[in-house]
């Protein structure tokens, strides 16, 4: 079982940049894919990045490739998203996910946390 604690989210103006945390619990951290996924209101839970038990391989989606930063500490137990160049449309809950496997853009994640709101002002 693994338990994931988002935080770091907040208000912050466009072009500002904020970075996100997610604090894992168990032992097996390290064997874990990582990924951070986001959803606006009234609309589907999306993907944003996606980091290798390793940290070797990493994948973005497209409308954050360039602008977001994903990475993780295994002997903190923790996974990181570094958000740059923030943009009205970056604004959602962005969601920490494990899965013990291969890296997934999908949303075939084992544990879910619950969440953190990132909202960029205009």
């Known amino acids: 079982q693994v338990q994931l604690v988002e935080s770091g989210g907040g208000l912050v103006q466009a072009g500002g940049s904020l970075r996100l945390s997610c604090a894992a619990s168990?032992?097996?951290?390290?064997?874990?894919?990582m990924g951070w996924f986001r959803q606006a209101p009234g609309k589907e839970r999306e993907f944003v990045a996606a980091?290798?038990?390793?940290?070797?391989?990493?994948y973005y989606a497209d409308s954050v490739k360039g602008r977001f930063t994903i990475s993780r500490d295994n002997a903190k137990n923790t996974v990181y998203l570094q958000m740059n160049s923030l943009k009205p449309e970056d604004t959602a809950v962005y969601y920490c996910?494990?899965?013990?496997?291969?890296?997934?853009?999908?949303?075939?994640?084992?544990?879910w946390g619950q969440g953190t709101q990132v909202t960029v002002s205009s």
């Open positions: 168990g032992r097996t951290f390290s064997s874990y894919a």
């Open positions: 980091i290798s038990w390793k940290g070797s391989s990493t």
């Open positions: 996910a494990a899965r013990s496997g291969a890296i997934a853009t999908t949303r075939v994640y084992d544990y």
